[in-house]
């Protein structure tokens, strides 16, 4: 391993140890434990659609938590070297800015790659138990909302690099937001009466992260087929806006000063 | 030759709603040869912690250039040899103490069994062997400051640079830490600290430099910068009557009643000379006499003065 890589490594190693030394996250996870075992309650009141919303509200948990643990542990493990100045002894050696960066971003990300898999296990363990299908298509979208996370913590990433945590969780749970409506804010730029705002609704659609492309927890669970092909073509284009994202914020660190 | 040297350093921040510009680091001029204790002295507000972030890379100066080990500061490379421990002791409290340490040595690339030797070592050498496996949170105020020292050794660099490395500790940790800083030198490592301690600066240091609103207006030797001239005279007597004491008090700059001693401090050795004789003449008893010269403080106190006066 090259020093550059091994530095990195550390420093996500430690991001991976600070999140796992974190209460919130053990709170978090509690809950969407909590929310997908309710799949079985909930079942057994709607008879004969057991199977959709085991589908249905594990897809729902593990997204919706996956979101929360992103936003709010990722920003703060950010905002954390900053406020507490920890950052000071880690540049004040031969580390290079972007290799915090990069390192931070590796640790997040490895952290809900651990999230997504012990929630994906438990859905799958409840799914089993119910003597229940698991297709393909709901690891796909298992799949898609974990790039999901990757790209929304860059953006929470990206944000935190130039701002402060409030403002950062903030703009990033908008960004979210917005990121789901894409679609609608453009139809709705499409209306006849809607020409003037156009441009802008337009370049929402194209300049934003579209988070809806990256949404097939519904035709996952309704059994739709869905192609491989797809899934990766979207994945990559999450892949690509995190790693815009990653080098503005790479862009604004150099400039930083840690005062 | 010079370890840490610095050109024209500039810093100014924008402050406040409007953005008004701050000049906090006015021009700084430094060389700190290699084997030397070089003190960086100055009132609260002076410039010490951005001249020093300046020099850590972990703020870009807006003018000026510093240098260590004559390798540029804004290449993370002037840093591979250099340890810094920061004031205030920030540092990720949900590690162990020796966690801390080994996360420090592994960002430097430090080997696993070299790790495994220094840790326990260092954790020794700064009095705190007892909290290897303690979180940092639960250290006191002093643990975290030798914590902080072990962090800023454990890659065993050639220069360190220590904000005020002897804040917040007791006057049992300040003596550790001033006899740390020596068996350092010692070693033959450059050591560059601020502090507003100033009779620890005058015991241990070699050079200083002293700050103030943003520039450097003393740099050199403590025995050039202090002189060897006499500064005053003070003298303790015992055995003297009221009026001989208020005949002296009134040549004294200043006089003091200890029970049945009298203390007398002179700016004048003449004055000094005059008091004996009569002290002599009446039959008092002389004590002592001590000379004093001229301290890091009373510079200090003169420069800043100064400085607020401009």
């Known amino acids: ?259 | 030759m010079s370890l840490i040297q610095a050109r024209g350093l500039r810093k100014s921040f924008r402050t406040g709603f409007l953005g008004r510009r701050v000049e906090a680091v006015r021009g700084v001029d430094l060389d700190v040869r290699e084997g030397e204790i070089f003190g960086f002295i100055g009132p609260n507000g002076a410039g010490k912690t951005t001249t020093i972030k300046l020099l850590t890379g972990l703020i870009l100066p807006t003018a000026g250039e510093a240098w260590i080990q004559g390798v540029p500061v804004s290449d993370p490379r002037s840093r591979q040899h250099l340890g810094f421990l920061p004031e205030g002791t920030f540092f990720h409290e949900y590690l162990t103490g020796a966690e801390f340490l080994d996360f420090h040595a592994r960002l430097l690339g430090i080997p696993r069994d070299v790790r495994r030797q220094r840790i326990p070592e260092l954790l020794q050498r700064v009095g705190i062997p007892h909290a290897a496996d303690m979180r940092l949170r639960s250290y006191s105020k002093g643990m975290r400051q030798r914590a902080g020292l072990a962090q800023a050794l454990i890659g065993d660099p050639d220069v360190l640079i220590l904000d005020e490395p002897m804040s917040g500790l007791d006057p049992l940790g300040r003596k550790d830490v001033r006899d740390l800083i020596l068996s350092l030198r010692d070693e033959g490592k450059t050591i560059f600290f601020s502090s507003h301690i100033l009779a620890d600066a005058e015991v241990i240091c070699d050079q200083v430099a002293i700050i103030v609103r943003g520039r450097v207006v003393h740099q050199g030797y403590l025995d050039a910068l202090l002189g060897q001239e006499l500064s005053g005279v003070e003298l303790v007597v015992e055995g003297i009557d009221e009026n001989l004491f208020e005949q002296v008090q009134a040549l004294a700059q200043r006089a003091l009643v200890q029970g049945s001693r009298f203390q007398f401090e002179f700016d004048d050795e003449a004055e000094a000379e005059k008091a004996l004789d009569w002290i002599r003449s009446e039959g008092g008893r002389i004590r002592s006499l001590v000379p004093r010269r001229r301290s890091l403080e009373d510079l200090f106190v003169e420069e800043a003065k100064k400085e607020t006066h401009a």
Request: aromatic share 14%; no cysteine; proline share 3%.
């Open chain 1, 1 to 259: 391993m090259t020093a550059g890589a091994n530095r990195i490594f550390v420093i996500a190693q430690n991001t991976y140890r600070e999140a796992v030394r974190e209460k919130l996250l053990y709170n978090l996870f509690a809950f969407s434990t909590l929310m997908i075992l309710s799949s079985i309650v909930l079942a057994k009141m709607h008879l004969g659609y057991d199977e959709r919303i085991y589908y249905d509200v594990g897809l729902a948990a593990i997204a919706f938590f996956g979101v929360l643990i992103a936003i709010f542990v990722g920003i703060n493990l950010v905002y954390r070297e900053l406020a507490q100045k920890t950052v000071y002894t880690m540049l004040a050696k031969p580390v290079h800015r972007w290799e915090f960066v990069v390192g931070k971003y590796a640790g997040l990300v490895s952290l809900l790659a651990l999230e997504i898999g012990m929630m994906a296990a438990l859905f799958m363990l409840v799914v089993w138990y119910k003597d229940t299908q698991f297709p393909i298509q709901l690891l796909y979208a298992i799949g898609l909302i974990f790039m999901e996370l990757v790209l929304i913590t860059a953006v929470a990433l990206f944000f935190s690099s130039f701002t402060t945590p409030y403002l950062a969780a903030m703009f990033t749970v908008g960004l979210w937001i917005i990121g789901h409506l894409l679609a609608d804010i453009r139809d709705f730029g499409n209306l006849p009466d809607a020409e003037g705002i156009r441009p802008i609704t337009q370049a929402l659609y194209w300049g934003l992260p579209n988070l809806d492309r990256l949404d097939l927890k519904g035709p996952a669970a309704a059994g739709q087929v869905i192609e491989l092909g797809t899934v990766l073509s979207r994945a990559l284009y999450a892949l690509l806006y995190s790693a815009m994202l990653l080098i503005g914020a790479v862009a604004l660190f150099q400039r930083r000063d840690f005062r």
